[in-house]
């Protein structure tokens, strides 16, 4: 016997999904939010991959073909690696193959005029892997360095001075501002007069003022950037705690006699970690902008480690004389696209993490 009756269906499941199931259903909703994911996670695998996909390394020079143009191809003499610590390729500029003779190999230099190597002083193999062409695809900069290969290792700077500076933001923001909205009296005033201090200085001049006291390099850089951007995250862990520490169920466990670090840690904490989340992946965007900004001014990543900004400084001047526009285009739309990305997954963790709306 047959029913007409439907059961509805079970809800129980659905009603006990934790927060960040709903979190991650609202994310997939909001498609720029998914673009901005896609393309951060598709930087941050080129930045880890850097090198094995780079097409040579960052600062392989070739100063005969200084500033060529996008898709420039040049054919070259590969030499053999004979200093064990070194893993690139020396190559040799040739205007063309000639012949092989009497154990050496004939060639047009890169000035036309006819020269001979031993062949036992170029790579192993066949003639294709010691005579090559080579083809720069976004062109060569000043010193005859391939800009794809330095854009792509320009990623990985980038992205890991953002990401360990940030983090060094959130660690500082997050215990000084539990304190200060646990406690109070006190300790709230001593930190939030520290916060006023630290904010009343310009940020990027502030972040210089650090890198020069700490001198210049990698890791001053994100120090110098994670010791100026935890104010903002250390205000909004405070009032957050300042909400959270009256409610019922943080006076329960008081009653219990659980330890302040307890009630910190394991309630109040998970509680206000969503603002902090939101706040800190738009403060991986300004790391980014401080950073390329400090290696503008040669206060960051030295040369000849690949940075944007630092190909930016390289590059800007020949925009103003009219030529060899990408050395400075490209990674300035690296930098955009980086930034961008960053905040259209912000706004959608904004909106995604809100309690108040719907699943």
């Not at 097409?55 to 690696?81: C, M, S, W």
Request: hydrophobic fraction near 45%; aromatic fraction near 12%.
């Amino acid at each position: 016997m047959h029913s007409d009756f439907k059961s509805e269906p079970d809800l129980t499941q659905e009603h006990n999904k934790s927060l960040s199931y709903y979190a991650w259903k609202r994310l997939r909703r909001n498609k720029l939010a998914m673009i901005g994911l896609v393309t951060l996670s598709l930087l941050i695998i080129i930045a880890i991959t850097a090198d094995l996909i780079s097409p040579f390394e960052p600062d392989n020079q070739i100063l005969e073909y200084a500033t060529k143009p996008l898709n420039f191809k040049g054919e070259v003499l590969v030499k053999r690696i004979t200093d064990k610590n070194k893993d690139e390729n020396e190559y040799i500029p040739i205007k063309g193959f000639l012949y092989e003779k009497d154990e050496k190999v004939y060639y047009n230099d890169f000035d036309g005029i006819e020269q001979s190597i031993p062949r036992n002083d170029l790579a192993e193999g066949s003639r294709d892997d010691w005579n090559r062409e080579l083809t720069f695809l976004l062109g060569t900069d000043r010193f005859g360095r391939d800009v794809l290969s330095r854009l792509i290792f320009g990623s990985r700077v980038s992205l890991s001075v953002g990401l360990i500076s940030e983090s060094i933001a959130i660690c500082i923001g997050l215990i000084l501002g539990a304190i200060a909205g646990f406690f109070r009296g006190a300790p709230d005033k001593v930190v939030m007069w520290l916060v006023n201090v630290v904010w009343a200085f310009p940020s990027i001049l502030f972040v210089i003022a650090i890198s020069v006291v700490l001198g210049k390099g990698f890791w001053q850089a994100f120090v110098a950037i994670g010791l100026t951007s935890w104010v903002e995250i250390a205000r909004i862990v405070r009032g957050q705690f300042f909400t959270l520490r009256e409610t019922e169920y943080i006076e329960a466990t008081k009653a219990l006699g659980f330890k302040s670090t307890r009630v910190i840690i394991r309630h109040i904490l998970p509680n206000s970690i969503g603002p902090v989340v939101v706040t800190g992946t738009v403060g991986l965007a300004t790391a980014i902008i401080f950073e390329a900004s400090l290696s503008f001014l040669g206060l960051g990543v030295q040369p000849p480690t690949a940075s944007w900004g630092q190909m930016i400084f390289d590059g800007y001047k020949y925009i103003i004389a009219g030529t060899n526009w990408g050395l400075a285009v490209f990674p300035s739309l690296a930098i955009m696209i980086t930034v961008f990305s960053v905040n259209l997954l912000g706004d959608g963790l904004r909106d995604a993490l809100d309690p108040k709306l719907k699943r």
